[in-house]
Structure formats: C-alpha cells, structure tokens
C-alpha cells in the first residue's frame, strides 16, 4: 500500500472524521483562549492595581508556561477528568503568559492625558477601565490574542494525550500507525485553521477600533 | 498671607466660587510643588495662573478637583469644602480642560464633546443635540466635523474640541489647563479671540493656567504670578501686574517689554484724548484755514458731527471752494476702550500721526497721537501704583521735549 | 504514598448495570491494537443491552485512574505488563525489577495480579489466548545477512548491538538487562528511547540507526518497514495476553464478563495480528475492522 | 503536595546525579539545546527583521507568515524532520526549535527597527550616514529593548518546548520526564518538571538581566542617575530634583 | 517666476550658496507639498521660510540635502547641481538641525554633538576637542553637561546641542528646522539672541524655517512667505515684508499689529533724533534755566560731552548752585542701531517722555520721543517702499498735531 504525503482518497472516505475533528479543535481553541483572555483580563487588572502582585502574577504564568503539557494534563486529570475540560484548562493556563503581559502593556501604553482627562471628567473605576483604558489598549490586546490564539490552534493537538486533541488526534493517530496522508492533513488544517483564526482576528479588531482606521 | 498684594479682600464669602486657603502640596518624594497658597477666583471671574514651567500651576488646579490631594490647608467650591465631597461627582460637575488636550481617540468628536453628559445620564438624543450645539459654539461644523476622530482634526480643531467637551454639561466651574498651548501662535491668537468671545456668552467661573504671560494678560480678569515651588508672587489684573511688578522675579518674569505689552491692557479713555481744531464739511476753506490757527490740519465731521476725514492748512491755502471738496476721508479710527495697542497698531499700519477716537453712536470725542498714547499709558500705570482712577493721577516727570 | 488516591475522589461512575443495562465507557490506550479491542468490546457490550461510549487516551498513566474512579469501565489490557503496573502501583517504580509478579504465563500472572487489583477497586477478568508481546525486530537485510531468526542468533555477530526502545528499558528486565542476561547480548548503552513499537522505533532499524527495535509481536505494519521479528526462543517475554478489565463497582457484574467472555475464547494472536494489518497497513477504520471480525466470528 | 516532596525525596537521591540521565548531564544538555536554537534563531530573524524594520517594507507580511507557523504543531515538525536525513541527530530537535523561535524574534526586531523615534532616524539621515550607519549607529541600539524582549520571550518558550526533545531520543530534560513516565514514577516526572520550570525562571532572569545590560538608553539613565547621586554630594540640589524628575 | 517680489536679482551667481530653480515637489499620495519655487540663499545669508503649518517649508528644507527628492526643478549648493552628488557626502557637508531636535537618546551630549566628525572620520581626540569646543559656543559647560545624555538636559539645552551638532564640522550651509520651536516663549527669546551672536560669529549659509513670524522679523536677513500648496508668497527683507505685505495672504500672516512688530527691526537713526536744550554740569542753575528757554527741561552732560542726567525748568528756578548739585541722573539710555522697539519699552519702563540716544563712546546725540520714534518708523516702512535711504523720505501725511 501507497504512502503518500497527500492522499485525496483519504480525506473522501475520513471526512466525517476529520469534520469532527475540526469541529472539536475549533471548540476547544475558541473556548481556551476565551476563557484565558478573561482570566488574563482580570489577572493584568490586578497587577496593574498592586504593583506588588504584578512579579507574582508574571512569575507564575512564565511557570505554567514552563509545565510540559504532559504533566500538566496528568496533573489536572485529578480535578477535570478525561474530559475536554481537562484540555481546555490546560490551554488557558499555557495562554495566560502571552495574554496578561499583552494586555498589561497595552493598559500601560494609555497615554497619560487621555488617562487623566476621563478622571478629571468624572470617569472611575470599572468605567474608566471599560470605556476609556481598554478600548485604547485594543491594539496591544489583539496583538497579544492573535499570537495566543494561533499558539493555542497549535496546542490544542497535544490535547490528544487525554484524548479530546481534535486534529491532534488525527496526527497522533497517523503517526502512531505511520500514516503520512493523516498526519499532513491534519498539521494543514491547524495551519489553515491558525491562519482563519488570524484573519479573523484581523477583521474584527478593524470592526471594533474605526478610529484606527487610516491610521497608519 | 503676606507677600503678594491682594485686592478686593473685602469681597463676600459668597461671591466667591472658588476660594484656596493656605493650601499646600508637597509630593511623596519631597517636591514641594504649593506653598501655602492663599487664591480666589470669583464668580464669572476667569483667573490666569502664570509662571515658569513646573512651578506648580498644574498641581494647583488638579486641587481643585482632586486629581492630586493637598497635603494641607483647604479648598472651597461654591462654598462647599471639596474634601467633603465625592469626587467623581465633583469632578462632573467642574469643565476640565487638561494640558495636551487628551481627547478620546476611539470616540467621534460628537461622542468626545458628550462625554460628561452621558456620565450623568443624559438621554442619547439630548446628548448628541448638546454636543452639536457645542461644537457650533467653538466654529466647528457638527456635520463635517462631529463624526470624524481626532485624529483627523488639526491640533487648533482639537483643542476647540476640548473647550466643547469641558462645556458640555454647563458646568458653572471652568479648569483650563495650557488649553492652546500645542498650537501656532497664530492659530492660538485666534482661538483666544473666539475664547474672549465665548466668555463673553457663557460667563464661566474659570481657572486657567498658561506659562505665556502675552495669554495671560490677553484673557485673565486677573492672573496669579507664581515662581518655582508654588509661591505666589502677586496676584492681581493684568494692568497692575505689568505696570506694578510685586518682586524682581514678577518684573523678570513678564518681561522687559512689559510696557509694551500693557498697551493691549489699556484702554483708550477721553481723559487721554487731544483736541485738534475741528472744521465742518460744510464749512468754507477760508473758514476752516482760520479755524486750524497755527495747526497744520484739522479733523472734518459733518452736520451730525460724526468724523468725515482731515483736512491740511495747505489745502485751505492753496484750493477753494467748500471742505469737503478737499477734505480727505478717513480710513481708520478705534473706538473707546479699545486697547492702545489696537491703536498704536492702526497708526502705524496707516501711516498716519494721529488716529480718531469715536464714542457712542460713532460720536467723535477727540484724537489720539503718539504722545498721548504714551501719556495714557504712564498715567494708567501709576493709577493702578496709586489704586486711584487714571484720570486723578498728575504725572510727575517731564513729559515731553 | 500514593498520589493516584486522589483521582478516587470523583467516585462518579454509572450505577451497577442490572442484567445488561445502563451506560458504560470502554476506554484504553490510543494505539490500533487497544481501539480495535476497544470497539469489539464495545460492540459486544451494546449486544448485550449496554450503552455504551469508547474514550481513548494517550497512555496508561491517563487512563488507569479514570479506571479506578470509575470514569472509564472496561478496559482491554496486557495480562503481564497491567500486572506490573499494579505492582509499581503497589510497591514503588522499582518493584518490577526487584519483586516482579508477572511470568510468562498469562493464568499465572493475572492470578498474582488480582488481588492488587481488588486494591483498587478492580476486576481483572479471563485472559484471552492471543497475546501482543514484546519482541525484538531487524531488518530482513540484516536477518538474511546473518541468517538470524531467533534473538539467541543475534549472539554469534559478535559486535555491541544497538538497540531502538523506550526510556525505561534499561530498568526493565525484558528489554536491556534480559537481552543481556539471558541472551548474552552486548547492548550499545543507551539504547534509542524512541516508543514502543512506535514508527520511529521502526524508521531508526529500518535506517540502521538501531540494529533491533522493540515492537509489539502483532504490529501489522513491520512488513512496511521491512522488519521481521526474532523469535524469543528464551521466552524472556512476559505472558502479555490480552485481559479485559474493570471498575469492580460499576462494572463488576456478571453480565460484563459473560458478555466479553466468547471474545477471549476465540481471538488469537493470529488474529490479532491481522487485524492491526487491516487497519495501520490497508488503512481501514477500527470500528469496521472491530465488526467485520466479530461477525465472521459468529459473536454478534 | 505529596508529589512535590516525593520529588524532592527525588533529588534527594544522589544516584539521580550521575551518570548519563543524571540530572547534571540532561541539564547541560537542555541548555546546550537552548542556546543553539536560540543562536541560530537569532542569527536568522536579527538581520530579516532588522532590514524589514529598516526599509519599512514587507513587514507584516513576513510576521504574519512566521506568525502563522505557529500553528504547526512542534511535535508534528519534530517527527517530520525525525523521517528526513537529519533523523536521530540533535540537529533535528535543534531545527524544530528554531523554527518555533523565530516569530517572537523576527516581530519583535521588525517593530522595534519601526518603533525607533523618526526624528532620530532623519536627523542620522540627514547628517550623512549611509544606510548601514543608520541601522548600526541609531536605529540598532535603540531597537534593543524590544528585540530583547523577543528574545527573552523565545528563550523561555524554547526552553519550555525543549522537553519535546524526549520524543525523538533527544537531549535534554524531558528525557527525564518521559523516563519518569515509563517507569510511573510521579517523583520523577514532578522533578522533571520542576527542573524546566526553574530552569526557565532562571533564564528568563538571565535575558532580564541582559536586556538591561543591552539596552544603551537605560545605560544612560542608570549612569545618570548614580552621577546625579554624586553630584547630590556636591551640594547641586537642583540637578538631583531634576534627574529624579526624569531618572525613572 | 512671476508674482513675488524679487529683489537683488543682480547678484553674481557665484554669490548665491543655496539655489532652487523652479523646484516642486509632488508626494506619491497626490500632495503637491512645493510648487514652482525659485529661491535663492547667498553666501552668509540668514533666509527664513515663513508660513502655516503643512504649507512645504519642511519639505523644501529636505530638498536641499535631498532627503526628499524633488520631482521638479533643479537645486544647486555652492554651485553644483544637488542631484549630481552622492546624497551621502551632500549631507556631510550641510549641517541640519530637524525639527523637534532629534538628538540620539543613547550617546552622551558630547557623541552626539560630534556625529558627522566621526562619520568623516576624525581622530576621537579632535572629535572630543571640538565638541567641547561646541559645546561652550552655544552656552553649554563642556564640563558639566558633555557627558550626560539629552534626556537629561531642559528642553532649551537640548536645542542648544542640536545647534551644535549641526555646526560640528564646520559647514558652510545650515538646513534649520524650527529649532527653537519646543520651548516657552521666554527660553526661546533667550535662544534668539545667542544664535544671532553665534551667526555673527560664525557667518553661515542659513535656510532657517519657522512658523512664527516674529521670529522670522528677529533673525531672517530674508524672508520668505509661503501658503498652503507650496506656493511662494513673498520673498524679501523683513522690514518690506512687515511694511509692504505683496498680497493679502502676507499681510494677514504678518498680522494687524506688524507695524508693532515692525518696531524690533527698525533701528534708531541719527536722523530720528529731536535735540532739547543742552546744559552742562558744571553750568550755574541761572545759566541753565536761560539756555532752556520754553522747554521745561534739558539734557546735562558732564566735560567730556557724555550723558550725565537731566534738570528741569522748575530745578533752575527754585534751586541754587550749580547743575550737577540738582540734575537727576539718567537711568537708560539706547545706543544707535538699537531697535525703535527697545527704545519704546525703554521709555515706558523707566516711565519717561523721550529717551537719550548714545553714539560710539557714549557719546550723547539726542533724544527719542514718542511722536519721533513713530516718525522713524513711518520713514522706515516708506524708505523700503520706494527703496531709498530713510533720510530721503518726506512723509506726506500730517505728522503732529
Ligand atoms: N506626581 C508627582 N510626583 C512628584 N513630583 C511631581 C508630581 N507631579 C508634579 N511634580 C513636581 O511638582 C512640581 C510642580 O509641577 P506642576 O506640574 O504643577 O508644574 P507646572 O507649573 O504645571 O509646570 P508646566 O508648566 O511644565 O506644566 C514640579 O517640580 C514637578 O516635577
Ligand atoms: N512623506 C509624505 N507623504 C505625503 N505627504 C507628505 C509627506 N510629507 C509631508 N507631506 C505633506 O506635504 C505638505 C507639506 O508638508 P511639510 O512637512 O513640508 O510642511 P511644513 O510647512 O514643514 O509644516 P509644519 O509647520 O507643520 O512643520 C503637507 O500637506 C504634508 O501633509
Ligand atoms: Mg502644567
Ligand atoms: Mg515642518
């Protein structure tokens, strides 16, 4: 039997397969990164407010960063279970790194008049924070979530390990059973995925900052 | 206090809309940014706090509204001690322009100028009407203009979108700070002119700080002169503190020009005018040349004795007929209480040795020419040493050659 | 100490099936040989009234304390290498070596293992007749050239052998100690850590990276790589008979083990063997293959 | 918690320190690893950002396909490469390890080369320097900060993905790890882990240290600051309002 | 070209350093940034560009050390055609001064200022030499502020290093680029007057460009108006721009009160001066006061003919002994060739109806009055109107009342 890189038969007679599979990677990257960017929102509010819990809060994601997947996913299989959830868990710990810096230094790059002048108009706490700082920091947010975003379409596939990797499984299993048109299929579509993900991301910040536009 | 002369002392508690008392700011690092600083600003009273860079001024004003805490003394708003009182609330109800500007990038211009009424809850539909209505108060088009981001406004577009937006909820309070300092000078004049003008309208009690003594004296009712580590060196009207300096560092800090910088602070007053001979249009030549006496022209008016132009000895000699066959017309005159400047300035661009002084109802009431410029001048300065009207002081020193 | 306790915690499972009934999870490793046992497990539980779901995952370590909490119900395993297991689980990751409980006969070992398995709450049932071992795999080249079949061959070339094989090998008495020991063998140290019978284990021999790799005796696929397996002539192998196994409290009752019970009966290596073939080599769908061969069995 | 102090009971255990998978070996490895990749991941995206950054061209594209690479998922690049002539060499995980370092490099070089205050750039320009001047005398030096947090960033991610090594028999702590997996030892894997965290704590000190030591601007600042502390001495107490006013 | 007014057309082309010959340029986007400018710098000349903001002075600026290519015309430096040489080399040999200063954040004062040495390759020792040597000509202690870094330096240091550095390697042309606009007014006058004595001593080839109008008066041996588009307005002498504006826009650019500004570059003249009785110390009371007929004071000087004060009328008739027992001394005086406009604030300041006017070796010549100074001014503004010398001018008009 043939074994080729690209198999069109294989991705006819698996499609149902590999629908399913996307679909999962696709859940699972969308609500990890959702999930992180909250966290990441609120972690970075925080250290910006205590300067001292800003080391603690930067150290700690750098750790988690540092965990391999691996034990990661053994560690929280005692509280999640074989479950997505255990995967999804993971993703949002390993994005927290990428995600709270970016949005600490797009809050920190408010320019300081702009900060200044909705105080002085009566602007306070979550307000100003909602509808003043973070607009602003918008870019700096995006940058930050497009890399964690295309990072996370790329981890998700060591999800496989608990067994909800969606393409991730796809490759494991190709490897494992050395089936090259499997695996390239899959590692494809995380790229292309990533790269939709981007587009995206893209898109939307251009919906959501018009005052941007034209800037260069 | 001692130090600085302040006037008007006996002014009601009432009166005043804003009033600091013994005020101090020393930052956590040690910077005594306010010394026990004494200041009111009265109702309707726009007071210019002026000085060198990092004096103090914006500390000052951030008192006022509590972006920055005094480290001592107090601080009255319409009667009310501000530490007393929530700060955000006070801060809504206090027109805040800061130094740069600070607009909102990511909101419209209309959206900008609403700011503080959407704060306080204003309906949509009344916001947008107030911000439009705003916007055409400080000559910016709402259609062209309301939609578009900051960005795409010029930096003297900007800061009239600043002045909009502290309006915008009607605050009785005014804080200004460096509000025209990012833009050409010619471009800040005029914006000082539509400010003027505006005041004029709104008559707000403002605070407003510049290091620009030429803006200060242009648009302070009074201006407080302040030196390095927030020491207030005089605090007084602009005529007072360009002709009578409290300190060194007051004269220093206005300039050695300041004389001629007084001349846009005075006023033209008929005690200041001279009286040329007076011809009528319809007069005779003859007549006229008589009337000038030893006067090598006369000022021409008509029946209703409104100006109509000059007329020269030469003329009268040489030509025949009536005046007003000769006389010539006249193309440029300033009206009571115009400043000198203004004055000075029409002479110069005209050509001319004198210019009319016109009254009421265009009446003409006399003529200036330079040295009575001058005179008015010196007299208004020594009035305002004396605290007496200009029209009781006699100069002392010769006056002219 | 013993740090899977907590796994315990979530308790969880399904209620005790009556006489076939209710809903089990059949999970186990990721690789071919264990999903194809997977679903004829499965098949053969939803024959017999159950619903039933399949989860598979990365390794042993994922999936033995999902057994235990009852996450997972039926699990298809390796008689000598889950009896190892238990007993690292038991005495500490040097127990095997020291204490091992496993043989090379399949009744044998699981009856040693059991009683550890009661330990946590579990059921090792019947061990059926085909057995998925380790084995030792060169390239025909090299076999011909030395005219090898059996390991003890292997002896007579006379030079240090490098070895394709996973990270523990050299704790482990099968793999280097016993190819050394029992065999003879010289073992270039470290032996390649490249997975059990993983495609690269298979692509290192294949390239002549490693001289022998350690591989499953039913991979299908070693004709691919132009491997042949040596016979373990010793039988330093341990009895890796393919056992079903199961939460004692959620899956316990007789209807499981009488339900899986034919299966163990009739499958042999053999068997096995091909039908890995039929899904790593021809590339076709476990769950076929899994059905395909339980109806020409005549089970379902 | 348990599994924390069975690992310290781990390297308590001097035999874990010998030898070939002893920990001091597999941990010169892992940096030996990190440094390599780093090096030549460096020596990659330095010059393209920096001549991207430079014209002002192309820039986004380019970090958006390295960008976009991302996505590919290391393991996957690990085993591909593992089929390729490279195969057991430590080239392989060395490879994989700089194509995952290379975006956090390249954009960060690009945006600080364009970050640079124009006004710097033209007055370069406009005194004379040739291109090259302009890159190494201005635009460079003031780029440091920002290519040093790439770097940064991309050193603690490598050593962190560095663990993968593991799969293809390479170098490095995640042997320990994956060993710690064969033998279901939890002390060992927990250590494993604890390892590769410190270790990339340590280097992300290390890069911290660096940048700062990197960065000619805040040089300038530190300089300033200790001379104003000097000058405080000599009684000039003006000039020390004013270096704090600006110090920081 | 037609529509300004060009002046001194006759000069040797050898005398003219900087050309621009029919220059435009056009941006990729559409934006005609210059149109059609011919223009020309001689040797040692200060030229200002003068206009609003975005109107192409920038852009005309870069043109010349071409880091903006031109995509009309030609432009020549020292007489060779800028698009022939190596850009490189160009730039070494002009010193240019951007706007906003653009010094480098990560060398100290002194590797800033010594830049373009170090590009031409100088040995650090000179390199280090004439930085220090810099340093000092504009004001800076090489000592104390050559080895810190520009953030550590006041916005008007900072400025003052630009200045430096664009002189480091002694260039015979300056491209300046607002240089003095990022500091307060006050600084900035400051900068003025010791750039005028630097140029004084240094004498380069200046393109100098700024939006401020006064300070174009101040330092432009020419001017040159520009308006929106790049189009050259006027292009004259700054008492011709300020007295004869050539079409409305230059008139509303220089702004209503050029006559004032007119003043700080017009100087006194001897022709200007009134000449009051003169007495001397040493005179008797009674002596003095018949010397002074009508007047009500006069001049007194001392033996040597040098200023020694003033005596009034009223002194001679109350007082007895001699002069100098009663005379009150003079507090200010102006030199020749000070400005009308120093006269004037002279005057105001120290309170007085005229001022004395001193020669060379103080030697006293007359006196300023209000009424003369405005005459002086009046002549002035005609003299360059017809383009004759002030004593040739008759004013027509009526001077004095
Ligand atoms: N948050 C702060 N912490 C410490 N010192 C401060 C702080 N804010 C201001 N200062 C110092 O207080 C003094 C007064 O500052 P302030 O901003 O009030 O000056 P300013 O008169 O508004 O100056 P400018 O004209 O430059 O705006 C300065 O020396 C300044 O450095
Ligand atoms: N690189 C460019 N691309 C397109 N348009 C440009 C560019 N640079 C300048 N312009 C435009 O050319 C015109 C002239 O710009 P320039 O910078 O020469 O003006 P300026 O007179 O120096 O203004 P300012 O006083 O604000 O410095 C402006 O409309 C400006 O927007
Ligand atoms: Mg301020
Ligand atoms: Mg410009």
């Not at chain 2, 000078?185 to 002119?193: A, E, Y």
């Not at chain 2, 110069?348 to 001048?377: C, E, F, K, M």
């Not at chain 3, 293992?113 to 579990?122: D, H, I, K, N, S």
């Not at chain 4, 918690?1 to 320190?17: H, K, R, V, Y």
């Amino acid at each position: 039997m043939r074994n080729d890189w690209v198999c069109a038969e294989y991705v006819r007679t698996r499609s149902d397969d590999i629908v399913d599979a996307l679909v999962e990677h696709v859940g699972i990257t969308v609500t990890s990164v959702a999930g992180g960017f909250v966290l990441a929102l609120v972690l970075a509010v925080l250290a910006r407010s205590w300067p001292r819990l800003r080391a603690l809060i930067l150290g700690t994601s750098t750790v988690l960063y540092t965990v391999p997947s691996l034990v990661m996913f053994s560690l929280l299989l005692s509280v999640t279970g074989l479950t997505a959830t255990t995967v999804i868990v993971g993703l949002i710990l390993y994005t927290l790194t990428i995600l709270v810096r970016g949005i600490l230094t797009g809050l920190e790059g408010v320019p300081p008049d702009v900060r200044e002048a909705a105080v002085g108009m009566g602007y306070d706490g979550l307000r100003l924070l909602r509808k003043v700082e973070l607009p602003l920091a918008m870019p700096a947010v995006y940058a930050a979530l497009r890399v964690a975003t295309v990072s996370t379409v790329a981890m998700t596939t060591i999800g496989m390990i608990v067994g909800h990797g969606g393409l991730g499984n796809l490759i494991d299993r190709g490897l494992d059973s050395n089936f090259r048109a499997e695996v390239l299929t899959a590692s494809v579509l995380c790229v292309v995925l990533a790269l939709v993900a981007d587009l995206l991301l893209v898109g939307l910040q251009r919906w959501r900052t018009p005052w941007r536009r034209g800037v260069s | 206090m001692n130090g600085p002369v302040e006037r008007h002392s006996d002014d009601s508690t009432e009166q005043r809309m804003i009033r600091l008392d013994g005020v101090s700011k020393t930052y956590a690092d040690g910077t005594v940014a306010v010394h026990e600083l004494t200041l009111d600003v009265r109702r309707g009273e726009l007071v210019v706090l002026v000085g060198p860079s990092g004096c103090g001024k914006t500390t000052t004003m951030k008192m006022v509204n509590r972006l920055v805490e005094p480290t001592g003394g107090r601080i009255f708003v319409d009667g009310r001690d501000v530490t007393h009182v929530d700060p955000v609330g006070l801060r809504r109800g206090i027109g805040y322009v800061i130094q740069n500007v600070g607009l909102f990038p990511h909101r419209s211009i209309e959206d900008n100028v609403a700011v503080v009424p959407e704060l306080v809850g204003w309906p949509a539909k009344r916001r947008r009407e107030r911000a439009r209505e705003l916007l055409e108060l400080v000559g910016l088009d709402p259609t062209t203009h309301g939609t578009r981001y900051p960005h795409e406004l010029s930096g003297g577009q900007r800061q009239r979108v600043g002045v909009a937006r502290a309006l915008a909820a009607d605050p009785p309070v005014l804080l200004m700070d460096e509000p025209f300092s990012a833009v050409d000078p010619v471009v800040r004049s005029q914006l000082q002119d539509e400010f003027l003008r505006l005041q004029d309208d709104v008559r707000k009690t403002i605070l407003f700080v510049t290091h620009d003594i030429e803006e200060a004296v242009r648009l302070g009712d009074r201006i407080a002169v302040f030196k390095q580590g927030g020491v207030l060196e005089q605090f007084d009207n602009p005529a007072a503190i360009l002709g009578a300096p409290a300190t060194d560092f007051v004269a220093d800090f206005v300039g050695a020009d300041r004389g001629l910088k007084r001349l846009s602070v005075t006023p033209v007053t008929e005690a200041d005018l001279e009286h040329p001979p007076v011809v009528n249009l319809e007069d005779e030549l003859a007549t006229a040349g008589f009337a000038m006496g030893e006067s090598n022209w006369a000022v021409v008016l008509d029946a209703e004795g409104r100006l109509a132009g000059w007329v020269s000895q030469e003329m009268t000699t040489t030509g025949t007929g009536r005046v007003h066959d000769h006389a010539r017309r006249m193309e440029a005159w300033v009206e009571l209480d115009d400043s000198l400047k203004v004055a000075f300035s029409e002479m110069l661009q005209w050509n001319a040795g004198w210019i009319a002084v016109l009254g009421d109802g265009d009446r003409y009431l006399g003529v200036l020419t330079p040295s009575t410029l001058h005179t008015a001048l010196r007299r208004s300065v020594e009035a305002d040493l004396l605290d007496v009207a200009p029209d009781e002081v006699v100069l002392e020193t010769v006056q002219d050659a | 100490g013993d740090d899977e306790e907590v796994f315990q915690g979530d308790g969880g499972g399904d209620e005790t099936a009556a006489g076939g009934s209710g809903e089990l999870t059949v999970g186990g490793a990721d690789f071919t040989e264990m999903v194809i046992m997977q679903e004829m497990y499965a098949a053969l539980l939803e024959d017999a009234g159950y619903t039933v779901d399949i989860q598979s995952v990365g390794n042993r370590e994922i999936y033995g304390p999902a057994l235990e909490s009852g996450e997972i119900d039926v699990v298809p395993e390796y008689a000598a290498t889950f009896a190892q297991y238990l007993n690292t689980r038991a005495n500490g990751p040097d127990a095997p070596t020291d204490a091992p409980i496993a043989t090379n006969d399949a009744q044998e070992t699981v009856e040693a293992a059991r009683p550890l398995a009661e330990q946590y709450g579990l059921t090792i049932l019947e061990p059926a007749q085909a057995a998925d071992q380790n084995g030792f795999a060169v390239t025909q080249e090299f076999a011909d050239q030395h005219g090898l079949t059996t390991i003890s061959d292997l002896a007579e070339i006379g030079r240090p052998l490098t070895l394709a094989a996973v990270e523990e090998c050299p704790d482990r008495p099968f793999c280097e100690p016993g190819l050394e020991n029992v065999y003879g063998l010289e073992i270039v140290d470290p032996p390649l850590a490249l997975g059990f019978s993983s495609t690269r284990t298979k692509q290192a021999v294949q390239r002549g990276d490693a001289d022998l790799g350690l591989v499953a005796t039913t991979d299908g696929t070693l004709g691919q790589f132009d491997l042949v397996l040596l016979e373990d002539d010793k039988n330093l192998q341990l009895a890796d008979n393919i056992v079903p196994v199961v939460n004692t409290e959620s899956a316990g009752d007789d209807a499981v083990a009488e339900a899986l019970q034919p299966l163990s009966e009739t499958l042999t290596t053999e068997h096995l063997t091909e039908l890995n073939a039929q899904v790593d080599a021809e590339r076709q769908q476990a769950e076929d293959v899994a059905a395909a061969y339980l109806e020409e069995q005549g089970l379902l | 918690m348990d599994a924390l102090i069975e690992a310290f009971g781990w390297f308590g255990d001097g035999a874990n320190w010998q030898g070939r998978d002893g920990v001091p070996t597999r941990l010169w490895e892992h940096v030996w690893v990190v440094a390599v990749s780093l090096g030549l991941a460096c020596a990659v995206a330095l010059p393209i950002g920096l001549w991207l950054g430079h014209v002002g061209r192309g820039g986004t594209l380019a970090i958006n396909i390295s960008n976009v690479g991302r996505a590919v998922p290391t393991f996957a690049v690990l085993v591909l490469l593992f089929l390729t002539p490279l195969g057991l060499s430590v080239w392989t995980t060395i490879l994989a390890l700089v194509a995952f370092a290379l975006p956090p490099i390249l954009t960060n070089t690009y945006v600080g080369m364009r970050e640079v205050d124009p006004d710097a750039r033209s007055a370069a320009l406009g005194m004379g320097m040739n291109g090259l001047q302009v890159v190494r005398k201005v635009e460079l030096p003031l780029a440091v900060p920002l290519i040093m947090t790439g770097v940064r960033l991309a050193a603690v991610q490598v050593v962190a993905t560095a663990t993968l090594a593991a799969f293809v028999s390479g170098p490095g702590l995640g042997r320990i790890i994956t060993s710690g997996f064969g033998r279901q030892d939890v002390a060992q894997i927990v250590a494993g882990a604890i390892l590769v965290a410190a270790l990339a704590l340590v280097v992300e000190a290390l890069m911290e240290w660096l940048q700062r030591a990197a960065d000619p601007v805040r040089r300038a600042r530190q300089r300033s600051s200790s001379a104003a502390s000097r000058r405080a001495r000599g009684s000039a107490a003006i000039e020390v309002d004013r270096a704090i006013e600006t110090g920081s």
